[in-house]
């Protein structure tokens, strides 16, 4: 949390599919065990509430001493996300308290059938064509089949999801040379700053000031509508018993509503990066240089709501999607760090002490108003070209929606009286297990 190495690195998203039953039953187990000592932490946590918190000491006390069937880093990882968790609340509960309302933001509450589980860089070894994640003790490695790009990585870091269907890794490696060391951009044409976000997948912004917004809309339809479903097959679910019959075919629905939504998204995040490839090919781009928004994802809890859609903002898998698309046009994709780049005008460099409300970029120094992300598009291509911000302006801003698809269909099944989110990563059950 906050440390910033020098040394770029990339997640890159791995699916794990057809992998072997005794294999998929692992990847349950642990994402299970994850889930179990998440919900102890978690527990233990909101006890210690009413007197002293417990801290990072504390949490690995009551974690260690094989209590759980995970290595004892995939233990510290949840441990210092719950922290993160707890601090992110804590931060918003004094902002929100300092604007004059009530702290709405609740301290992490949650406990989760399922999690993440995390590998660090020393606990990960490649052997051969194989990456082995160990366990606890007496608890089986993780074997999986490692695609041969990766053999000579440098890999910092594993994580294994679950998304909709299939389980799926996401590995944090690091990349060669570091930016300190490259030379400014020498590949023919100009540079492209990248914004990714929520509201919006992404916003270009070209050296010589075109902009491109592509929306986000749709896929956040997509995803509202597969949370409402997953709401209403659970409620359904809760009526009748657990394993029976009726139960599982529920489950069966509520993966296979999960998987097309997954596809879908899929499908939409494709013609959104295909549009900003080329977008920047047409503009004479040679260098797409993207916002580092990994740091987001990372623990930082923005209250339940902003988090459920921070968890499934795939902007991993979309700027995998970007990239792939900008390199087979002959462009390089590059990954920067986005500081300041969406509170700071890229018209006159005046940095304003919180990031902007809603879509508009008012300057309050120069008095530009300018769409907020393709200002911060500008502002990290900016930063690429001349390493200050205002170096580049925008001039033109084009929007286009991420997708021409059709939207989805409603929902078959009744709304949810409660709106929780779904478990998990925001994605789906481990439905297979059954
Ligand atoms: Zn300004």
Redesign the pocket.
Known sequence: MGKRSTAVVTVQLLPLRRLPAGVKRLCAELRREAGRCWSELVAAHVCSRSGAWLGERDLNALSSGGRFRLHSQSIQALVQKLLANVDTARTSREREQATGGKPVTRYPYHEQPYQTVTWKGQAVRVEGSRLVLPNGRKQRDLVLPLPARFHAADIKQVELLWRADHYQLALTVAELPTPDEQPKPQAAGQVAGVDLGEINLAAVCTEDGRALVVSGRLLRHVKQLRNKRHAAYTERQARCKKGSRRWKRLQRQKSRASAKLYRQQRNILHQASRKVAAFAEAHGVGELAIGDVRAISDGVSKGRHANQKIAQWPHGQFRAYVTQKAERRGMRATLHDEAYSSRT??????RHPSAPRGRVFR??????TLHRDANGAANICSKRVAGCF?AVQVKNTMHRQAAAVRAPTRAPVAGPKHPDPPPGDGMAPEAHAL
Do not use: H, Y
């Open positions: 005008c890229s018209a006159c460099g005046f300057c309050s120094g120069c008095g530009t205002a």
